[in-house]
């Protein structure tokens, strides 16, 4: 089952399918301990509107804060090392990526969110921009993960690589996120066969693409949750984002009118445009 959150209501999406969702609040839906039976239980007793959604998608996100997980692939890792080595920050990177605490850091508030279709921005002071693909889990205030959904963790690497402190500036600026398209319910986690793919398209020509699996992620999503939600509440729930696998060539930088593709197979493609 997929959840979409549309300008003119919510939608879930089961077999083909859609059925329109009471009430208003999104939030209300990702604060549910139940959501998955609570959905089931509206498909049951409702007749669906049809297969295609009514409306455009928005981003699946009302009150929730977004988070981020960092060098939890080793690729993540070797593209920091290289990016800070003038400025001697590489030794952090190596020992974040084997220490038991994760690096989490904070990414964005719902109105830097870009939903799907929607432009995501690069810094104006920034020379070097890649989107990060990423797995984002959606965690309800008791710190249970009721879904999944696809990110772009946008990141300035020029201004990441001159000083580790720069880290804020470098992740958190307008539109510097992006969710969507839905928000897939499911119980247990995603295979660790699942694909995470992003393709960079410019023009009409593919400039980079690339893949990988939940199978080279180095942390397990239950816990990167654990240490996020220590001493650390979330009253309306909140986006987790964990980390990305997949790091353009270094001589790669993101030009505006490019559009980022990211799939992840169960949940779907998020697409946007950089401004
Ligand atoms: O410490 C830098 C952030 C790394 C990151 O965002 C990632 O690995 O996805
Ligand atoms: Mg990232």
Redesign the pocket.
Known sequence: MIIYKTMQGHYVEDAGQYYRLEGPFWDALIMRDDLQEYLSDVIRKSQPIGDELPYAMEAPIENQEVW??????YR??S??IEESKDAGGGD??DR?YSADRP?L?FKATPHRVAGPNSKVRIRRDATWSVP?P?LALVVNPRGKIVGYTVGN?M?SRDI?GAN?LY?PQ??VYDKSCALGPGILITQGPLPLSTQISLEILRGSKQEFSAAVTLADMKRDPTTLVEYLFRDNSFPRGCFL?????I?PPDTFTLHSKDEIRITIAPIGTLVNEVE
């Open positions: 981020a997980a960092g060098v939890t692939y993540s890792r593209a920091r952090f990177y974040v690096e850091f990060e990423e963790d990141s990441e580790p880290l470098a992740k984002l964990t980390g990305t696998g790091v």
